[in-house]
């Protein structure tokens, strides 16, 4: 009796083996046999990350001259190198290899005809050079710092473009001129200043909305969101980043946008405990009435995230009686966190949860639970829970728990599945494939 080998398997079978394998293995399959070679090329180049380097150049090389491998590509990540810097040399060898470097790298992309999402973050990227000679007929989401003479002639050759983020590096080196005539009618999620959306076409689905840092504290806020409500009956989410906070923002959403289930204030300067925190968390709860769809409101402070310690008990009891009073204000609410980092679930009717990811939530937790500050039902459900060692979970609570915070109390113990989904990265930069 011959026994089967893995040459045996259904094509669509191999196709999903080869998905799961890491570069390295897919670089090894490519030599394998005629068969496994095609399957392994499709996933090897399907997400590149291109850095500036020798290896990018031997990617750029089999693009050019493997037509399944550059047909194959679907993602496209230009991280900063050394290649990638600003040509301001007028001559010279460095000048030349920089001019080489990217015509190969135009000619590289010019063949990837089926390229879907590019990102290029970082401000006077070279490599917006060699894009702005090229056109990707399937490409659906673009990021990017472009230098602006480049990317208004990129974003008119796109207009089928859904997903648009564009954080220039200067604000007032945008040539609106250059914009003058684009109208992007199938864009549903965008990051822009205000002085860019007059290219958004008001027909345009347009669902998610991050706004970059705005300085003005007065004008800019109210005329942005004036001109999102004519997407009203689209628009869910909106991220707003501010240098400081705005009393009045709160309030200009409800009314011009009723309907944002998500909303997002980012505070840009840092000040954990500034006066200004509370004059805004007041404004926040007059406006919560005015809302119908509200259902994550997101209120927070950037920070160094390395910093450990900066949440605390006290801080989870004084949260805890406002996103009651703010859950009453507003029926629709269920998830809200605050500048002081605690973050809350609503359970049911108007009993609210924590985020567990901070130690001081934990102790908080056991100190609520202690002194009856949860209704009876809920209190035997808490019960069952602490005595199963969190075996017995009705209400969900494992749902929002932090494995590490809840591993340092003993509370039950970490898997190995726990620690890999909490502290595996998004990227490797090294890698060819990152993972979708």
């Given at each position: ?16 083996i ?5 570069k ?22 399907r997400?590149?990350a ?57 000619r590289?992309l010019?063949?990837?005809?089926n ?6 973050m ?6 917006s ?19 602006p ?6 974003v ?14 200067d ?31 008001p027909?345009?689905?347009?669902q ?17 969101i004036r ?8 628009l869910?989410e909106?991220?707003l ?11 200009h959403?409800?009314t011009?946008?009723p ?6 204030f980012?505070?840009m ?15 926040c ?7 119908s ?34 859950g009453?204000?507003?029926?629709t609410?269920?998830?809200c ?6 973050a ?9 949860m924590?985020?567990l ?17 949860f209704p009876?039902h809920?209190?035997g459900?808490l ?16 749902n929002?728990?932090?494995p590490s915070?809840?591993e340092?109390?003993?509370?039950y ?6 620690e ?11 890698d ?5």
């Amino acid at each position: 009796m011959i026994m089967p080998t893995i040459t045996d398997l259904p094509d669509e079978l191999l196709d999903e083996i080869a998905h799961l394998l890491p570069k390295g293995s897919l670089s090894s399959l490519c030599t394998v046999s005629k068969r496994f070679q095609p399957r392994a090329t499709r996933w090897l180049y399907r997400c590149l990350a291109l850095a500036g380097n020798g290896e990018t150049i031997k990617i750029c090389k089999v693009l050019i001259s493997n037509k399944l491998a550059a047909i194959s590509v679907r993602k496209v990540l230009l991280w900063p190198g050394l290649a990638f810097s600003r040509l301001s040399l007028t001559g010279g060898p460095f000048y030349l290899y920089l001019s080489a470097f990217y015509k190969l790298l135009s000619r590289a992309l010019a063949c990837a005809t089926n390229v879907e999402n590019i990102r290029l973050m970082f401000p006077y990227c070279g490599a917006s050079l060699s894009l702005d000679a090229c056109a990707f007929p399937n490409l659906h989401s673009f990021a990017t710092t472009m230098e602006p003479h480049t990317l208004a002639s990129f974003v008119r050759r796109h207009p089928q473009l859904k997903e648009l983020h564009i954080s220039p590096s200067d604000l007032r080196s945008i040539p609106l001129s250059e914009f003058s005539g684009i109208s992007l009618s199938s864009l549903n999620s965008v990051c822009l200043p205000e002085s860019l959306l007059f290219i958004i076409s008001p027909d345009a689905p347009l669902q998610s909305v991050l706004s970059p840092e705005i300085e003005d504290d007065n004008e800019e806020i109210p005329h942005f969101i004036r001109h999102l409500s004519r997407y009203c009956t689209t628009l869910t989410e909106l991220h707003l980043c501010r240098p400081h906070w705005n009393a009045e923002v709160l309030m200009h959403v409800a009314t011009l946008l009723p309907k944002i289930k998500n909303f997002k204030f980012t505070k840009m300067i840092p000040g954990l405990h500034h006066h200004s925190n509370a004059a805004f968390l007041e404004a926040c709860e007059t406006a919560l009435p005015f809302f119908s769809s509200l259902s994550q409101l997101i209120i927070e402070i950037t920070r160094n995230r390395e910093l450990p310690g900066f949440t605390f008990v006290s801080d989870y009891r004084s949260d805890f009686k406002m996103v009651q009073i703010w859950g009453n204000l507003c029926p629709t609410l269920s998830i809200c966190a605050f500048p002081s980092g605690t973050a809350w679930h609503r359970i049911e009717n108007n009993v609210w949860m924590p985020d567990l990811h901070h130690k001081a939530a934990i102790r908080w937790f056991f100190e609520a639970a202690s002194t009856d500050q949860f209704p009876i039902h809920v209190m035997g459900s808490l019960q069952q829970f602490c005595d199963s060692m969190g075996k017995v979970d009705t209400l969900g609570l494992l749902n929002f728990r932090s494995p590490s915070a809840m591993e340092s109390i003993g509370l039950y113990p970490q898997t190995e599945e726990d620690e890999s989904e909490f502290y595996s990265s998004d990227s490797d930069e090294n890698d060819v494939e990152i993972e979708e």
